[in-house]
Nanobody, 124 residues
Framework: QVQLAESGGGLVQAGGSLRLSCAAS????????MGWFRQAPGKERDVVAV????????YYQDSVKGRFTISRDNTRNTVYLQMNSLKPEDTAVYYC?????????????????WGQGTQVTVSS
């Protein structure tokens, strides 16, 4: 089964940028629908962005449209989340998720595999 490892989180000022990476092992990202989720303290884990197996279809949560971009590099077996114009409300633990079905899933319960998460903190 695929294992996922996120990296790239950190502390950034409002208006700044970060790029999160999700490296896969034990499977190829091209065989999975890949999603980025985030969870703030006391809140549910919500979808941020999703990319289909072949990368032709994407989905973004309304609050990140125009600021975040999800992409995949099949040669590196990695999925990325480029986050620009960050806001304090983007502060959360960000998780990478994978599912072998080729569909745009937006619920956390629909994903079979998860990484350990990476903290993103945006200061005002």
């Amino acid at each position: 089964q695929v294992q996922l490892a996120e990296s790239g989180g950190g502390l950034v000022q409002a208006g700044g940028s970060l790029r999160l990476s999700c490296a896969a092992s034990g499977g190829t990202v091209s065989s999975y629908t890949m999603g980025w989720f985030r969870q703030a303290p006391g809140k549910e884990r919500d979808v941020v962005a999703v990319i289909s197996q072949r990368g032709g279809n994407t989905y973004y949560q309304d609050s990140v449209k125009g600021r975040f971009t999800i992409s995949r590099d099949n040669t590196r077996n990695t999925v990325y989340l480029q986050m620009n114009s960050l806001k304090p409300e983007d502060t959360a633990v960000y998780y990478c998720a994978a599912d072998p079905l080729n569909a745009i899933f937006i619920l956390a319960s629909q994903y079979d595999y998860w990484g350990q998460g990476t903290q993103v903190t945006v200061s005002s």
